[in-house]
């Protein structure tokens, strides 16, 4: 039984992390409504976090591996410089969006950390998380990826810092700030899961020393394993959904559901 429950939270991270409605939000409600402690260590949160990790890292593996060729080479390689210009640049357009969640995820970690026990502020924060998907329902930004500026990547990367707050959505803030900034759909859903990875990787790195630290690991493979690979399958299938949905631009239903589910935990918790 215990099993099982590691598997139906992987099954949770995997489907709710590409989903524009916060997957930390959604670990955080299920813990308190069925009075579960599985994820009081993040240990846990941490292993699921890299089954969807896995997944994304699949899906964009192509474009993973052109970003850093062209990273290298317009640093290593200056004959060649031209050929690698328009890739360098969005490189470090994902630096730069990366940035400011970077520096508040180090300095406001425990604040962001205390959220995660309000229940109120959990549920505000999936009303506004549809109150921003809300806003962009009719966008048809007409930018593609190398169209991204300087001055898109920090707006859209100070927006990124709000989703810290468990129950604000990281993608759908960040697919918020592209289609505000213009993009087009499909360029915003790229650089959304570009700069998934920058933090993705960083608070994996965190994590995975204070699970060294803990010293519990062998004890919890199996269930561990089992919910990450769990996570990985659902998350890969989640992103179709998703990726179907944006271009189709009906980012509208996720603000729907968020709203719905926002009121629910105001009335449920209050």
């Known amino acids: 039984m215990e099993i099982i429950k590691y598997i139906l939270l992987g099954i949770l991270q995997g489907f709710t ?3 524009p409605i916060s997957s930390s939000g959604h670990l955080v409600l ?3 409504l069925l009075n579960i402690g ?3 260590d993040v240990n846990f949160e941490i292993v699921v976090n890299f089954g969807s990790f896995l997944a994304i890292l699949f899906i964009f593996w192509k474009d993973i591996l052109k970003l850093i060729k062209a990273f290298f080479g ?6 060649k410089r031209n050929e690698y210009q328009k890739d360098f ?4 357009l994902i630096i730069i969006g990366s940035i400011p969640v970077g520096i508040a995820g180090v300095l ?8 995660s026990s309000n229940m109120t502020l959990l549920g505000i924060a999936f009303m506004i998380t549809a109150f921003l998907l809300f806003l962009v329902k009719n966008s048809k930004g007409k930018k593609d990826d190398y169209d991204i500026t300087y001055k898109d990547a920090i707006l859209i990367g100070l927006l990124q810092v709000i989703a810290l707050m ?4 990281r993608s759908g803030t960040v697919l918020v700030g592209c289609l505000l900034c213009g993009l087009s759909r499909k360029s915003s859903l790229k650089y959304t899961f570009m700069l998934y990875f920058p933090v993705s990787v960083a608070s994996m790195g965190l994590g995975v020393l204070d699970m060294v630290e803990a010293g519990n690991i062998q004890s919890l493979l199996l269930p561990y394993g089992l919910g990450l690979l769990a996570a990985t399958i659902v998350t890969y299938l989640s992103y179709q959904w998703l990726s ?7 980012l509208w239903k996720f603000s729907i559901y968020c709203l719905c589910l926002g009121l629910f935990v105001l009335f449920y918790f209050r």
């Open 244 to 250: 179907s949905l944006v271009q189709k631009g009906r």
């Open 89 to 92: 640049k969005y490189c470090m």
């Open 30 to 32: 299920i813990e308190n």
């Open 108 to 115: 406001f970690k425990d604040v962001f950390d205390g959220f």
């Open 17 to 19: 992390e590409p989903l």
């Open 166 to 169: 468990p129950g604000i959505s």
């Open 74 to 79: 317009y640093i290593f390689n200056k004959k």
């Open 38 to 40: 599985t994820l009081t």
